[in-house]
């Protein structure tokens, strides 16, 4: 369906709105009238708020307003959200909880049935709401970091829970990548991820799609959408409800039941789902999947001036029982003696290529470039340090010039591990600005160029 007033409106109602600083109704109004918005608050006693005039019913809004944000409690919030879909208004997002999650199924019950009568749709219950950079919507009552939409990655991120999408946007503004947009599905008694997924993969001001499911709703109509999704873009899904016990968990967060883990893996894998173990590894696939281009193969190529880093990132390449599975590039003879040459002739070149700590800046950025034109590396695990006497300040510029070479004359990707102290995750901001994706770790790095493989072996057997 077409979600454009309900992303993109240009007026919105807040029923509940409130003066009291804190308060859920105060703080989306003044996030709505700060942003530009045509704000109409809805308060029984209250005159003006935000400098907004305020109206005492719903019934007496204007008509064309595009959504309204109820913040009133459950059992008030129901007649509420009657009223505005009485006025035609075709989104409503009901913030409180105390429905299904809470024993209150029948409450749900009758506020999907009244809105379904009048064609009205329904984010929520139990969400925090919705945010998009490109029309500057803000309805998220926690505190969390906001977007331009101008900023590396460009994610859109559905999630069943409203804390972890808060705090993905935190993690995702400290690697200085971008969320385009996000959504708080909360019981997703009516709208779901299904509906979300088949807006942005056809949004041009989204690379990669990110989703956090405890249920998946519509079974295999989602997974066609899903593999619709996949075919433009990214989709990495984190489903949680892995054990008994979080499984049960679910049930009383959501008020759902989680289907089988087992059989749910094998569906997104099949449907070209990336799926990811943990929020941290759901946020580094993303940020791999949309800044990285897709490998021709699984052939790694394992670059850096430490040595012990280098036999790490081999573990994690070759790690037995991995899914999908990735070999060690073999360098010929021709690009080993390249490398030797532009380096050291005591440098190991047959892959992991260690340039050791003797490396200069104009050695290290050269290496890479020669090291990544051999035909049988499709993708670079490149380790970048600062400590070595010879790199220092200007190995950043230096390193990010000759990836971005790599990536965009050879169409190869290149993923990074990065150290430099405390200053670690300046570096991998710098990186992330240059459109490549660092990490500060062997594992997550290696983990990340598994999902670009995974991807290009889901699209290579759809023939894209």
Do not use: C
């Not at 173990?277 to 696939?285: I, R, V």
């Not at 004359?409 to 990074?416: C, I, Q, S, Y």
């Amino acid at each position: 369906m077409d979600l454009t007033r309900l992303l993109s409106p240009k007026r919105v109602a807040v029923v509940g709105a409130s003066p009291k600083p804190g308060k859920v109704g105060e703080i989306v109004t003044r996030q709505l009238v700060e942003a530009g918005f045509e704000v109409y608050p809805v308060h029984p006693k209250e005159t003006v708020i935000h400098g907004r005039k305020v109206l005492s019913r719903v019934e007496d809004l204007p008509d064309g307003v595009d959504l309204a944000v109820v913040t009133l409690g459950a059992q008030r919030a129901v007649p509420a959200a009657v009223a505005a879909a009485d006025r035609g208004i075709p989104f409503v997002v009901v913030v409180a909880g105390g429905f299904r999650e809470a024993g209150g199924a029948d409450l749900e019950a009758e506020l999907v049935g009244e809105l379904r009568k009048r064609g009205t749709r329904l984010l929520g219950p139990n969400t925090l709401g919705l945010m998009d950079a490109r029309s500057g919507l803000d309805t998220l009552f926690v505190q969390h970091v906001r977007f331009d939409g101008t900023g590396p990655g460009r994610i859109a991120f559905i999630s069943q829970s409203g804390s972890v999408g808060t705090e993905a946007t935190a993690l995702a503004s400290w690697g200085g990548l971008e969320l385009a947009s996000f959504i708080g599905l909360g019981n997703k008694s009516d709208l779901s991820e299904l509906d979300f997924l088949e807006h942005y993969a056809s949004r041009e001001d989204v690379d990669t799609i990110m989703l956090y499911l405890e249920t998946v709703s519509g079974g295999r109509p989602f997974l066609e959408a899903a593999r619709r999704a996949a075919l433009t873009k990214p989709v990495v899904v984190l489903k949680a409800g892995r054990s008994g016990s979080a499984a049960k968990a679910v049930a009383s967060h959501t008020g759902s039941l989680a289907g089988s883990y087992r059989v749910l893996g094998g569906a997104f894998r099949q449907f070209g789902l990336v799926q990811a173990t943990s929020d941290e590894e759901m946020m580094d696939m993303a940020n791999a999947l949309a800044l990285a281009p897709v490998p021709r193969g699984n052939k790694v190529g394992i670059f850096t001036p430490a040595g012990g880093f280098g036999v790490m990132a081999v573990d994690e390449t070759e790690q037995e029982g991995a899914w999908p599975k990735m070999v060690m590039a073999r360098p010929s003879q021709t690009t080993q003696k390249a490398i030797k040459e532009a380096s050291f002739p005591f440098v190991a070149t047959g892959n992991p290529v260690d340039l050791t700590a003797s490396v200069t800046v104009d050695m290290y950025a050269q290496s890479l470039k020669i090291f990544a034109s051999d035909p049988d590396v499709d993708i670079l695990v490149a380790g970048i340090f600062f400590s070595p006497a010879g790199l220092g300040e200007p190995t950043a510029p230096a390193m990010a010039d000759a990836a971005r070479w790599v990536v965009d004359e050879l169409g190869k990707p290149v993923v990074m591990f990065v150290f430099d102290g405390e200053r670690t995750f300046d570096r991998t901001r710098y990186f992330h600005s240059r459109g490549l994706p660092a990490y500060p770790s062997v594992r997550r790095a290696v983990r990340a160029a598994r999902a670009l493989v995974e991807r290009s072996e889901f699209l290579r057997r759809h023939g894209s």
